[in-house]
């Protein structure tokens, strides 16, 4: 039987193991998180309370939904799930992952569904404790049933600021602020765009936005964090649209600016890249199906920013493709393919609402750590430029910016800001960090104390 | 100032786990990370290596690596995605492998 292994197990990945499980295959499911759902529809650990209203809201039905077929199908053995594993290298058809044990899994074809992680633009004073990514502060209340702070500031832009803003409000989180910096004039603009697309999400989230009231504010511009050095977080100093100084007292900022596609593993995987000026990233080239090489398929948030919903459409496509390839009978793809190219015109509409903070980020101060990590500063990425010249890995190879822990996940879209607008360029022309294994952290012990575990052919 | 970090908003009827951080004894809930256990008892996990500053954790999705902690016998762990265990011994740096904490 053909070996089809699935890194992921959100709305993407699961609707892909559901689909190959209906046409008889048996896929390998590998996920980082304890139970299946991914990061929007995550789940709290066995032995919490809430329900998935209280936990999904408007949601509720899609994540029971979701997570009730999948769990279906791995207790009838349909779908093999090994799950708080991580997929460290992809090499010669060979899976290298690490969870309780240091495993290979051998495919012969790959749907990666690793979804996106938030998109940071870094703020003076970000690297203090207490300065999370909005992401982090929804995983903290679903998950765990906790507020990162007792004074929280959001700031940033995209659909998530809001909707994270009534979610602590509704839980009972303190919330203080909450910072938009894309103009009104753009929201404005897009937002229309967005109602064409999708008027029942759009008019939900304008909806939301006006129960904020006054704690909401547009057109905003980020200053600097204000925090000491052992306690953390103390306020955020920003200016509104007509250019007034605040300083708002707190103890948490959570910061994003929509999302970042996870592309790690595509790019070992032999992917090609393309860079997306609506997304302004680096997206993987494929078509419409999801089909980016040879047995290769991507689906959801690390194929395209289109959400949750279009990532259970992407994911049902993905295993249609390849079923395809396969030559086996499948599903149809029409209706599929249709509502795909309305939520990729939400997106779009979305990208131009909420802009990413460009401008912003290229004027950085020369003392603003860039790299998180490993505390590297936009002064010396900037000095290092005459030396590197702009390509974004020569310039990481010199300064470290990217270089750290977190592989560049948090800091290279805006090394590339900072290059691109010190050197003249436009922003793609400093190129793409090429990723290197493994795409997460590992114990050389791993390495060394137990031999890997070849699975059955 | 001297306020832990979380805030416990709901799901608080669970059993008490008992562990330690830098030799003191702590308390969290069964079904915590050991990021939550560390913040609801303290500001922060841990020192940054590159700068003067405290980390607390950053992505809470086991992406950015800011939530290292240390176990006695010398693991390392990503505290946001990783279950609190009774008995566990935890530490806030790497203790004296050379070069660590100087």
Known sequence: MTRVLIVGAGPAGIRAAEVLAGAGLCPTVVDEGARAGGQIYRRPPLGFGRTPEKLYGSEAGKARALHGRFDWLVAQGKVWHLPETSVLALRDGVAHVLGETRRQIPYDRLILATGATDRLAPVPGWQNAGVYSLGAAQIALKAQGVALGRQIVLAGTGPLLTLLAMQLRAAGAGLVAVLDTAPMRDQLRGGLAMAAARPVVALRGVSMRARLGNLYHAGVTLERIEADPDHGVQALHWRNARGQSHRTACDMAALGWHLRAETHLADLAGAEFDWCPSARQWLVRCDDMGRAGKDLYLAGDGQRLLGADGAELAGRLAAIALLRDLGRPAPAAYGLLRRRARMQRFANAMARAFPWPAEAVAALPDDTVICRCEGVTAGTLRATLPASGPEANRAKALSRVGMGRCQGRYCQLAGAEIIAADQGLAVPRAGRLRAQPPARPAPIGAWLSTPPEREAE | ?102
């Open chain 2, 1 to 102: 100032m001297s306020q832990p970090r979380l805030v416990r908003l709901a799901e608080t009827a669970r059993s008490p786990v008992r562990f330690s951080l830098d030799g003191e004894e702590l308390t969290g809930l069964e079904g915590d990370t050991v990021l939550t256990a560390i913040l609801l008892s303290r500001r922060a996990l841990r020192r940054a290596e590159f700068g003067p500053e405290a980390r607390a954790g950053f992505c809470l999705m086991g992406a950015c690596q800011d939530c290292w902690i240390w176990q006695e016998e010398g693991g390392r762990l990503r505290a946001c995605s990783t279950p609190l265990r009774a008995g566990m011994r935890l530490r806030s740096d790497a203790g004296d492998w050379p070069g660590a904490g100087a």
